[in-house]
């Protein structure tokens, strides 16, 4: 089974950047999409970004657009999320989900989640 590991949170001050990476534990990586979902204390959790398999394709919630930037290694098993222009709206746990197949948006039918890494933002 396909396993995520996040890590790179930690606490930024606002206008501040931060990079997650998000490590896969098989070689079949480059079999799935892979989403970046976020999730604030009392409110529900929500899509970010996502990466096609091929990284041919991308997708942002738009509270994010022109701010973070998604990307994928498949040789290193790895994709990144480069969070730039950080605002304490964006406090949240983050995690990474892989999607079988060739779509990565919506944001829904992800699986195999990651423990989820922090992120606060705040002066």
């Known amino acids: 089974q396909l396993q995520l590991v996040e890590s790179g949170g930690g606490l930024v001050q606002p206008g501040g950047s931060l990079r997650l990476s998000c490590a896969a534990s098989?070689?079949?990586?480059?079999?799935?999409?892979i989403g970046w979902f976020r999730q604030a204390p009392g409110k529900e959790r929500e899509g970010v970004s996502c990466?096609?398999?091929?990284?041919?394709?991308?997708n942002y919630a738009d509270s994010v657009k022109g701010r973070f930037t998604i990307s994928r290694d498949n040789a290193k098993n790895t994709v990144y999320l480069q969070m730039n222009n950080l605002k304490p709206e964006d406090t949240a746990v983050y995690y990474c989900?892989?999607?079988?197949?060739?779509?990565?948006?919506?944001?829904?039918?992800?699986?195999?989640w990651g423990q989820g890494t922090q992120v606060t933002v705040s002066s």
């Open positions: 989900a892989a999607k079988f197949g060739t779509m990565c948006h919506p944001f829904n039918d992800y699986n195999n």
């Open positions: 098989r070689l079949i990586f480059d079999y799935y999409s």
């Open positions: 990466i096609t398999r091929s990284g041919g394709s991308t």
